[in-house]
């Protein structure tokens, strides 16, 4: 597609349930990364992807929280037994690869999580 | 570690007033910089970047210097229009690191015609 894409726009959830946030990158982009933006956080790294793999998961704020990466295409950010406190907006980006200076991230409008 | 530190917001100015958000950051390598921007209901876009000590970026009117000495980045517009309303987050990656972004707590503008 154009650009970065993420479903749903908005999420709301009982506290207690688990979520799947959807990222799909830009098309050829080898690299994919999540960020997660809240009021009291600021915008925090979580998670990246080169391909299928994820060398740094050190973002993650608890075991609760998973991603994966199929296909070197979409990714799906998983929080289980979600809490008030992951209420924030989780943003994906992509870029063309990692770790070279000419590499622009490009973001998704994110998904807005709210947790009941 | 990595952080990076800006001028807390929200700040207001007047159409064609002189804008500066200061950022600072703290690096264990050494970072490439940069200025993003979020406008009212839009996502994340990349707005200026420096990669080396001394090197300018610039775009829409914006600039910012990486300054080594002073482990600073700070953006500046000589002119600011009603549309420039956004809040502004400051960044730093450290590519042998990994590619992940760090930034500021952002900075809000409010420009009032």
């Known amino acids: 597609g154009a650009g970065v894409s993420q479903s749903p726009s908005n999420k709301v959830t009982e506290k207690g349930k688990d979520v799947e946030l959807r990222c799909d990158p830009i098309s050829g982009h080898t690299a994919l990364y999540w960020y997660r933006q809240s009021l009291g956080q600021g915008l925090e790294f979580l998670i990246y992807?080169?391909?299928?793999?994820?060398?740094?998961k050190s973002g993650l704020p608890s075991d609760r929280f998973s991603a994966e990466r199929t296909g070197g295409s979409v990714s799906t950010l998983t929080i289980q037994r979600t809490q008030q406190e992951d209420s924030a907006v989780y943003l994906c980006?992509?870029?063309?690869?990692?770790?070279?200076?000419?590499?622009?991230?490009?973001f998704g409008p994110g998904t807005r999580l709210t947790v009941l | 570690g990595n952080s990076v530190t800006q001028m807390e917001g929200p700040v207001t100015l007047s159409e064609e007033a002189f804008l500066t958000i200061n950022c600072t950051y703290t690096?264990?390598?050494?970072?490439?910089l940069f200025w993003y921007v979020q406008y009212p209901g839009e996502g994340l876009q990349l707005l200026l970047k420096?990669?080396?000590?001394?090197d300018k970026g610039s775009n829409k009117g914006f600039e910012a210097t990486y300054r080594k000495e002073t482990t600073s980045f700070h953006l500046e517009k000589g002119s600011v229009q009603v549309s420039d309303s956004a809040v502004y987050f400051c960044a730093l990656i450290v590519y042998n690191q990994g590619g992940k972004l760090i930034f500021g707590q952002g900075t809000e503008l409010s420009v009032k015609p």
């Open positions: 992807f080169q391909g299928n793999s994820a060398p740094d």
């Open positions: 420096a990669t080396k000590a001394d």
């Open positions: 980006a992509s870029s063309l690869v990692l770790g070279s200076l000419n590499n622009e991230q490009f």
């Open positions: 690096a264990t390598g050494y970072p490439s």
